[in-house]
Structures are given as structure tokens and as C-alpha cells.
């Protein structure tokens, strides 16, 4: 039982954090495009 719930959460935290570096390599890839990438940030953060 614990095994599993241990299990459960690396993947969820792995997914956790693909999901952040993927939005933070967008922020840096639309540096120049500031209303894209706060309308991006907001929509990651929510």
C-alpha cells in the first residue's frame, strides 16, 4: 500500500515538473512578446 501511494506521488510530482519547465522554456522563448507570455504564466499558474 504505501509502495504504491510513494509511486503515485513521484509521477504526480514528475508530471509537476515537466509541466514547469516546459512553461518556463515558453516564458523564455516569448521573452519579446510580454501580453503572450503573462497571458501564458497566468494560465499555467491557475
Known sequence: MFFSVAMFLVLYFNTYLVTWIS????????????????????????
Open 23 to 46: 512553461c518556463i522554456l515558453v516564458l523564455i522563448s516569448t521573452r519579446g512578446r510580454e501580453k503572450e507570455r503573462d497571458a501564458l504564466f497566468i494560465s499555467f499558474a491557475w
